[in-house]
């Protein structure tokens, strides 16, 4: 069963940085796609930003594109995000999601419902 940790959120000031990490255990990265999703309170879960399983193909949400940037070392079982220009809007709890390659791909690789094993998130909050 794979499993999915989040780190790296925390306290920034509007414009600043972080650099999120999503470590996966229980089965090699290279056979999940992976989303990150975001839930600010009182809102639906909201994709934004998608890596396929090479890497070769990401895709982000219109309010962030731009702004982050997903990676993923298969070496080391990990997925990034780095977010950059950081709004208050921004904030929120981020998760990492994984499909499985057995899997159709999805058309809509930002939709929640397209990924089967979630982390237990990591806050992120943008206030001065």
């Known amino acids: 069963q794979v499993q999915l940790v989040e780190s790296g959120g925390g306290l920034v000031q509007p414009g600043g940085s972080l650099r999120l990490s999503c470590a996966i255990s229980?089965?090699?990265?290279?056979?999940?796609?992976i989303g990150w999703f975001r839930q600010a309170p009182g809102k639906e879960r909201e994709g934004v930003a998608y890596i396929s399983r090479s890497g070769r193909t990401t895709d982000y949400g219109a309010s962030v594109e731009g702004r982050l940037a997903i990676s993923r070392d298969d070496a080391k079982n990990t997925v990034y995000l780095q977010m950059n220009g950081l709004k208050p809007e921004d904030t929120g709890v981020y998760y990492c999601?994984?499909?499985?390659?057995?899997?159709?791909?999805?058309?809509?690789?930002?939709?929640?419902?397209?990924?089967?094993?979630w982390g237990q998130g990591t806050r992120v909050t943008v206030s001065s």
């Open positions: 229980g089965s090699p990265l290279e056979y999940y796609r």
């Open positions: 999601a994984a499909s499985h390659a057995s899997q159709p791909t999805p058309r809509r690789v930002l939709d929640p419902a397209k990924y089967g094993y």
